[in-house]
Every structure is written in structure tokens, then in C-alpha cells.
């Protein structure tokens, strides 16, 4: 007997969707620190990595609208978090070579996700991955976590020359899976990146809301930058659905 539903294809973000990159992260800058020796010249990591997080998010964002390229991202991240707090004898594009070692290493995952995904691949649908980042790092942070088994294809930025939130990520990824539109769903935590472009590119949408909304209606989407959407009327605009545990997936496809 077919199973008859609205989708075939789900398209998930990795970071912080699946992967817990906030606790990955920080764990992996601990270990990073140490390995460096830096830790005589740290008084206060908590605030080192503020800074870092700072910092890095905004070569992030300059990354995604295409300002700056990969080099230039590694490399500033560290050397402008070294020299903010004065630290010596540390090459930053080492530093960062030596975090993205141990980065995908690390196996934290966001609760439910495994029990969502195993639910998933008993219905038969097709799971995919759309990412932004570095494909060697995600890659390894798939098989380290366990989640490559769920996946049968994964779609990185640095491989497909357009972060999310460009279409081209989304249009690249669904004549991949020979996928349509109508089939196919994304389901991200970023509304600026992960449910913009998927509106942009007319497939339906899942927002991941991590901060535990008891209720979505209160979600205010009005803040978002308009600089790269086409979305009509964005103020009015709301995800198709919206969750704030990954389990509610069960329940909606």
C-alpha cells in the first residue's frame, strides 16, 4: 500500500537544526585554546569567545551576501579575536586550521533528532541536507554525529558557490534530487537564511524556533532585512509552519 502525503523530499539545514553548534562550537574552541597553550594569555574565555562569536558572525554574514570569500573568513576571524585581547605568538589561519580539525569531531545533537529522523525514513521520504558552510567540515560532522545514514545528498555553499538565502542553492539542490517544488519542504532555524530563500524559491517551509515559543503567533517576522528577498508583502509573511521541537515533525508530515 503507497503511502499517500504531501511531501517526497525534506531539505533540513545542518547547524543548529540537526547539529547543536552552539554547544559544538564552544567545546570546540575550549579544546582549541588548550591545545594552543593559550590559556596564560586568556584571562576570561567566556569573554574570548563572546568576541569570537561576534566577530565571526559578521564574516558570516558578509560571507552570505558574497562581500568577502572563504580565505578571507578563516583567516580574520582569528586574527582580529587575537588581537582584540593582545595575544602573541598564535598564526590565526593555524588557529583556525586546528579548530576546523576538531570541529566536526564533536557529536552533540539537538533532542529529538534522531528519534525525528528515524520516523522520517520509516515513512520513505528523502532527506537531504542544504548547508551553509565548508564541505570537507560538514561532511565529518555528519559521520561523526550519525546522521549521514539519514541522507541521501548533501548541498554546501562553499560547492555550490551560493549560501543560503540565494535561490541557486535551492533550484541547484531540488534538479539534483529531481525534486519539484510542490514535493519538496525545507526546514532550517534561520528565518534570514534557511525560510527566506526557500520562499524566494516557492517551496514550503518549517522554521525551527529554539527559544521554546509556547506560542508561534507571538513569533515577530517584521525585523527581517529585506536587502536580497523578493518576497512580496515580507511584513505578512509567515513560515508554513512553525516549531519549537524537532519532534513536531512526526506530526506534521
Given at each position: ?9 525534506i ?6 537544526t ?123 560532522k ?23 538565502p ?61 536587502n ?13 509552519h ?12
Open positions: 500500500m503507497s503511502v499517500i502525503r504531501k511531501y517526497d523530499h531539505f533540513f539545514d545542518l547547524d543548529n540537526l547539529w547543536d553548534f552552539d554547544v559544538n562550537a564552544k567545546i570546540t574552541m575550549a579544546q582549541t585554546v588548550a591545545e594552543l597553550n593559550m590559556y596564560e594569555q586568556i584571562v576570561d574565555f567566556d569573554a574570548f569567545y563572546a568576541y569570537y562569536e561576534k566577530i565571526n558572525s559578521a564574516l558570516w554574514e558578509a560571507y552570505r551576501k558574497q562581500e568577502i570569500r572563504k580565505p578571507e573568513l578563516i583567516k580574520k576571524r582569528f586574527e582580529d579575536t587575537l588581537a582584540h585581547f593582545n595575544i602573541k605568538g598564535i598564526d590565526p589561519v593555524e588557529m583556525n586550521d586546528l579548530y576546523l580539525d576538531i570541529m566536526p569531531l564533536q557529536t552533540t545533537l539537538l533532542p529529538g533528532v534522531i528519534e525525528t529522523l528515524d520516523y522520517l525514513q520509516s515513512r520513505q521520504y528523502q532527506l537531504h541536507i542544504i548547508s551553509n558552510g565548508f564541505k570537507k567540515v560538514q561532511t565529518q555528519m559521520k561523526s554525529s550519525g546522521l549521514s545514514d539519514y541522507f541521501e545528498k548533501m548541498f554546501v555553499s562553499e560547492e555550490v558557490s551560493a549560501p543560503k540565494d535561490v541557486r542553492i535551492f533550484r541547484h539542490a531540488l534538479m539534483n534530487c529531481n525534486a519539484s517544488k510542490k514535493k519538496s519542504i525545507m526546514i532550517g532555524d534561520s528565518f534570514e537564511t534557511d525560510i527566506i530563500g526557500a520562499m524566494d524559491f516557492g517551496i514550503d517551509q518549517v522554521h525551527f524556533v529554539r527559544d521554546d515559543f509556547m506560542n508561534s503567533s507571538s513569533l515577530n517576522y517584521r525585523h527581517v532585512s529585506d536580497h528577498l523578493n518576497v512580496k508583502n515580507i511584513n505578512s509573511s509567515k513560515p508554513t512553525i516549531i519549537n521541537d524537532i519532534t513536531k515533525l512526526c506530526i506534521i508530515l
